[in-house]
């Protein structure tokens, strides 16, 4: 089981977009809809942002959203807020007996 | 509103047994899978592995032959036990709820647990 691959950094201009890739194989991002995005600011739990590829859990701004396209899942940050600075981690669901794997992780930083 | 707490030795030293619990309140125990997710300092998470009420258990395939996840629904509380640790097992262990379509919705505050002599 290899992690997902995401950029480690990513950076933007208060108001700007940030788009952040999660790239995995045919056997995980590929193979289900069950992507979801964490933010996490240092020494906190991670919050969920996005699952089901592009679904937004209640509380989350529309700013955050999620798209997929074959093995690459993406997390798209509209209207760069100061706040928004956090790492970002993608999951996906990995099979039956593998239920989730980790991106490895995307530092973003609001210029 | 659920919540989750994590306990358990700060401290354990190589070679022996690190063990955790969850505290699950404010919830159904019977409506999610439990799991367990770590980071060493400064790195990426990592997921162990999950529980069912009903038994059923999920395991991260590399840690599998380490790793022992339990529930106890008559408390509402899961465990995790990792034996043999080393060094590299050093790091915040959260435990987190999975109500579906693989996701984790909420998380305990995460507890360090250092590996050392």
């Known amino acids: 089981q290899s992690a997902l691959t995401q950029p480690p950094s990513a950076s933007g201009s208060p108001g700007q977009s940030v788009t952040i890739s999660c790239t995995g194989t045919s056997s995980d991002v590929g193979a289900y809809n069950y992507v979801s995005w964490y933010q996490q600011y240092p020494g906190k739990a991670p919050k969920v942002m996005i699952y089901e590829v592009n679904k937004r859990p209640s509380g989350v701004p529309d700013r955050f959203s999620g798209s997929k396209s074959g093995n690459t899942a993406s997390l798209t940050v509209s209207g760069l807020q100061a706040e928004d600075e956090a790492d970002y981690y993608c999951t996906s669901h990995a099979g039956s007996n593998n239920a989730f794997v980790f991106g490895t992780g995307t530092r973003v930083t609001v210029l | 509103q659920l919540q989750l707490q994590e306990s358990g030795p700060g401290l354990v030293k190589p070679s022996e047994t690190l063990s955790l619990t969850c505290a699950v309140s404010g919830g159904s125990f019977t409506s999610s899978w439990w799991n367990w997710v770590r980071q060493p300092p400064g790195k990426g998470l990592e997921w162990i592995g999950e529980?069912?009420?009903?038994?059923?258990?999920n395991y991260n395939p590399s840690l599998k032959s380490r790793v022992t996840i339990s529930a106890d629904k008559s408390k509402n509380q899961f465990s995790l036990k990792l034996n043999s640790v080393t060094a590299a097992d050093t790091a915040f262990y959260f435990c987190?709820?999975?109500?579906?379509?693989?996701?984790?919705?909420?998380w305990g505050q995460g507890t360090l647990v250092t590996v050392s002599s």
């Open positions: 987190a709820n999975s109500p579906g379509s693989y996701r984790f919705d909420h």
């Open positions: 529980v069912h009420h009903s038994g059923l258990i």
